[in-house]
């Protein structure tokens, strides 16, 4: 069975930084294509970055120069580091699995001062 579990969100103030994690049982998270999104209240889900399998990444331009997605291996997890975080970036976010059409529970991260 995938699961995939979200974790790191919180409150922060314009300009600070959070690294989001998803922690991902039931596949190697190496060999597929992984993503993050993210929705804001009152609008529709929004794609934000991918980690390939051949650990190529590539970001919405939303969030180009701030916001980095990696992986660990040896974790089987995919992160979300995000830097210079706007309060447009308030959002839930959420991890994909895109060949299983699988989804995180999300986590919520605000940045307000």
């Known amino acids: 069975q995938v699961q995939l579990v979200e974790s790191g969100g919180g409150l922060v103030q314009p300009g600070g930084s959070l690294r989001l994690s998803c922690q991902v049982s039931?596949?190697?998270?190496?060999?597929?294509?992984m993503h993050w999104h993210r929705q804001a209240p009152g609008k529709q889900r929004e794609w934000i970055a991918t980690?390939?399998?051949?650990?190529?990444?590539s970001n919405a331009d939303s969030v180009k120069g701030r916001f980095t997605m990696s992986r660990d291996n040896a974790k089987n997890s995919v992160y979300l580091q995000m830097d210079n975080l706007k309060p447009e970036d308030t959002a839930v976010y959420y991890c994909?699995?895109?060949?299983?059409?699988?989804w995180g529970q999300g986590t919520q991260v605000t940045v307000s001062s």
């Open positions: 994909n699995l895109e060949a299983y059409n699988s």
């Open positions: 039931g596949v190697i998270v190496k060999d597929y294509r």
């Open positions: 980690i390939q399998s051949s650990g190529h990444t």
